[in-house]
């Protein structure tokens, strides 16, 4: 039987919106718990602590992601909370304060693997305050004429993967260090960016003016808006 473009269309849609139901074991319930902390050991009250299930892909929407389960950290930091343990490839625990403070996320794999005793325990979920740097970098000397820079800076986001109930070291990233660099020439001497970092991490600034030797700086970022300005 040949099917014309509607009915075609109309099976895709169905499959999409009812084919990706997440299934749970009726018999199980699963324990998540753990305690927010920042980067001084304080506990973080109120933070949100969502579960999600990415359990596929849309071609409307992307990633197809289900809440779950959602709840607060107490004043001490803690949270618990208590739900029907879905089976799902990409099971996820986020938790998240707001815009000044980085997110975590812990994944998992609950079709592959059962945690033990239904407890997901997360410990101290490392959460820090976030800071800009806001750099201005401008030509004075013209005869300086090519300048090389580079940040190295640690990033805001902490992704930690399980596999079996260990953490997979080379699937996880959290608090990496990463680069930003550029060339300046005399077409295009003068640059501006900003990017985020940790509060109160230190950031390494690496410059070359023509065929001089290589220079670093170390900026500690001490400031939730830290303003940059360098001229050579």
Do not use: H
């Amino acid at each position: 039987m040949k099917l014309n473009l509607k009915t075609t269309i109309a099976i895709v849609v169905i499959a999409i919106f009812f084919g990706c139901e997440i299934p749970y074991r009726d018999d199980a319930r699963l324990l998540i718990k753990g305690q927010v902390l920042d980067e001084n050991s304080e506990p973080i009250s109120g933070a949100n602590v969502a579960v999600y299930a990415r359990e596929g892909v849309s071609f409307f929407t992307g990633t197809l992601t289900t809440l779950l389960n959602e709840t607060e950290t107490l004043a001490d930091g803690s949270f618990s909370t208590i739900m029907l343990l879905a089976l799902d490839e990409n099971f996820v625990i986020e938790v998240s304060v707001d815009n000044n403070y980085s997110r975590y996320q812990y994944r998992t794999d609950t079709v592959a693997f059962v945690p033990e005793d239904f407890l997901i325990d997360l410990g101290t979920v490392p959460v820090e305050r976030l800071a800009s740097l806001n750099y201005n970098i401008t030509q004075e000397n013209a005869s300086s004429l090519d300048f090389e820079y580079t940040f190295s800076y640690v990033t805001t986001q902490c992704t930690e993967v399980y596999s079996e109930g260990v953490l997979n070291t080379e699937a996880s990233s959290c608090y990496e260090t990463t680069t930003r660099s550029s060339a300046l020439t005399a077409d295009n001497p003068n640059d501006t960016g900003s990017f985020s970092t940790l509060l109160g991490a230190e950031v390494l600034f690496t410059y070359r003016i023509n065929d001089q030797p290589e220079l670093t700086e170390t900026l500690v970022i001490d400031q939730t808006d830290y303003e940059f300005n360098f001229a050579y």
